[in-house]
């Protein structure tokens, strides 16, 4: 299970840090991942990190303003979003996929969490 957590209302090109904490003791075997939606769209992939946190991706639109982590000791994954657009509005979901790689698709996660909603005033 997946708890999201963070939501918030900031100004354009402020900051905030979304986390997800897993509970189980399996949270080490899982490649983790931020998604979106917006309003009236699909939902995206944001980033994802390995299980050692070797190995990081980004959407072509966040690389150098989010950063995603993740703590195994804690079973928590974070995402650290600077410089925020009003584009990047959306309800915020972490997921857990046994496979990792740098496009996956909404099949390949096998845990999502509730979602989160960041919202960015211009």
């Known amino acids: 299970q997946l708890q999201a957590s963070g939501r918030g209302l900031v100004q354009a090109g402020g900051s905030l840090r979304l986390s997800c904490a897993a509970s189980?003791?399996?949270?080490?075997?899982?490649?983790m991942y931020w998604f979106r939606q917006a309003p009236g769209k699909d939902r995206e992939f944001v980033a994802g990190?390995?299980?050692?946190?070797?190995?990081?991706y980004y959407r072509d639109s966040v690389k150098g303003r989010f950063t995603i982590s993740r703590d195994n000791a804690k079973n928590t994954v974070y995402l650290q979003m600077n410089s925020l657009k009003p584009e990047d509005t959306a309800v915020y979901y972490c997921?857990?996929?046994?496979?990792?790689?740098?496009?996956?698709?909404?099949?390949?996660?096998?845990?999502w969490g509730q979602g989160t909603l960041v919202t960015v005033s211009s």
């Open positions: 990190v390995s299980r050692s946190s070797g190995v990081t």
């Open positions: 189980g003791r399996s949270f080490s075997t899982y490649g």
């Open positions: 997921g857990a996929a046994q496979l990792f790689s740098s496009r996956p698709t909404e099949a390949e996660i096998a845990y």
